[in-house]
């Protein structure tokens, strides 16, 4: 059974030739996003080897080892593809490995766990933010779809993220809820400038949201 984020993040790819699963671990990623046609073939790279095997046995249980590569390394590992796609990693290792790569990959599938706002800053250079969103699944996540082009985003843009400020649904509402939930429990213990002027921009943030479906 595919878990809710891993659907969530499949459905974010484009539809491409060619996919690299960076550090694929279980696999399910790749193999999801060829059962769904997303990808007509999927590179999978891990540092692990124990993991890319997990890929590989997944790969073959469900028929489609003809359709997939498995590469043992760190990143990219010098694939070319159209899409590359790196979940599960904080930002400034997504940054590391796009960073190390020589080919500039036409999209961008990313879902990194922290220090989103200095992959945000970073990536504007080379690629237009497509989609930038708040999703929950235990917790909330974000997920990324990127192009290779560039583009200029505000502070709160890189703070936030463009698409969820631009259409403000429901997930991205309830962390803001539940970050302010965090500051107020902050500033009944003790005063802090910064609590206090983040709490400030979420409350303006809040006031005029917009829920979209």
């Known amino acids: 059974m595919i878990v809710k984020r891993i659907s969530k ?24 996003a060829i059962q769904t046609g997303k990808a007509q073939q999927v590179y999978f790279t891990d540092i692990s080897a124990k993991c890319l095997s997990k890929a590989q046995n997944l790969a073959e249980k469900r028929n489609m080892g003809d359709r997939c590569v498995f590469t043992c390394g760190f990143g990219m590992c010098g694939i070319v593809a159209d899409c590359a796609c790196i979940a599960g990693l904080g930002g400034l290792e997504t940054l590391k490995i796009i960073d190390n790569s020589q080919h500039k990959f036409d999209w961008l599938v990313l879902n990194p766990l922290r220090n989103v706002k200095e992959l945000r800053k970073q990536l504007q250079k080379d690629y237009f933010f497509i989609y930038d969103e708040i999703f929950f699944d235990k917790k909330f996540y974000n997920i990324m779809l990127l192009k290779k082009g560039g583009e200029l985003l505000s502070k709160m843009q890189i703070k936030y993220g463009k698409t969820n400020l631009q259409y403000f649904r429901k997930d991205f509402c309830d962390y803001l809820f539940e970050e302010r939930a965090k500051c107020v429990t902050i500033l009944n213990k003790v005063f802090d400038e910064k609590v206090k002027q983040r709490l400030s921009e979420i409350d303006n943030l809040l006031c005029g949201r917009q829920y979209v479906r």
Do not use: M, Q
């Open 9 to 32: 993040i499949v459905s974010v790819i484009p539809a491409v030739n060619t996919l690299i699963d960076v550090g694929c671990d279980h696999g399910k990623i790749g193999i999801e």
